[in-house]
């Protein structure tokens, strides 16, 4: 997760979403630009390894995609202004996307993180409550 950490409206209905049929598992994230609030988040929803909980998105980014056991996918849910670089980073680091709505500002940002998905065999969301 990307966002979403504790005090989080719309968080904890992607969390709850995403661990709704149990074929999911949060196991990594940067909920907040507190490291403070992204450890008690972590702690609150149970993270199995606190080292995989990250100061910032392109920290995340670098290092689960550099794992073996890596995440399979990221769900962002920050300001929808942030919503494109986030997406675009995750993307070029081969990881799979979930996105809360708008996916970006621009349509010329929505046609390339649709591009870049497209040619690297991505999968891409965009969630609507």
Do not use: Q
């Not at 997760?1 to 709850?16: D, T, V």
């Not at 909980?53 to 794992?67: L, P, T």
């Not at 919503?83 to 070029?92: G, M, R, S, V």
Request: hydrophobic share 40%.
């Amino acid at each position: 997760m990307i966002g979403g950490g504790l005090g989080s409206y719309i968080g904890k209905f992607h969390r709850w979403g995403a661990m709704l049929d149990d074929s999911a598992e949060l196991v990594s994230g940067c909920f907040s630009r507190s490291m403070d609030r992204n450890r008690a988040t972590a702690e609150a929803y149970h993270l199995p390894d606190t080292s995989r909980v990250y100061a910032d998105f392109r920290e995340m980014a670098d290092k689960e995609s550099a794992r073996d056991d890596g995440i399979d996918f990221v769900s962002i849910m920050t300001a929808n202004d942030t919503h494109y670089e986030i997406a675009k980073c995750f993307l070029e680091h081969g990881i799979h996307v979930i996105c809360d709505k708008p996916l970006a500002l621009r349509t010329v940002e929505a046609e390339e993180l649709a591009r870049i998905a497209e040619e690297r065999g991505l999968l891409f969301g965009i969630t609507y409550s």
